[in-house]
Nanobody, 122 residues
Framework: QVQLVESGGGLVQSGGSLRLSCVVP????????MGWYRQAPGLQRELVAS???????NYADSVKGRFTISRDNAKNTVWLQMDGLKPEDTAVYYC????????????????YGQGTQVTVSS
């Protein structure tokens, strides 16, 4: 079983910044897409940002220009730099590793982290 290790959440004032990190421990595999989802109370989980193994990025319209996603393929690590945070960014943020393929296998699996709380005060 693959467990994603997330860190970096917390409480910040409106306009502040946070940086989330997520590591997929181990070796011998590749991850097609890494990303971050979030879920606020009473709302559905939504994709915040994703990045492919080739470095192609995708952002939710609500975070474009404020958040930046990056990854290190060799370290199986993805980061989400969040600047200009707003109270509406308050949510639990979940790391994702989608399309994980182990060496010698054709099978793709998706994994998600336990979540880290981000709270933005006004």
């Amino acid at each position: 079983q693959v467990q994603l290790v997330e860190s970096g959440g917390g409480l910040v004032q409106s306009g502040g910044s946070l940086r989330l990190s997520c590591v997929v421990p181990g070796s011998g595999f590749s991850i097609f897409t890494m990303g971050w989802y979030r879920q606020a109370p009473g709302l559905q989980r939504e994709l915040v940002a994703s990045i492919s193994i080739a470095g192609n990025t995708n952002y939710a319209d609500s975070v474009k220009g404020r958040f930046t996603i990056s990854r290190d393929n060799a370290k199986n690590t993805v980061w989400l730099q969040m600047d200009g945070l707003k109270p509406e960014d308050t949510a639990v943020y979940y790391c994702s590793a989608e399309g994980l393929v182990r060496a010698g296998s054709l099978r793709r699996n998706d994994y998600y982290g336990q979540g880290t709380q981000v709270t933005v005060s006004s």
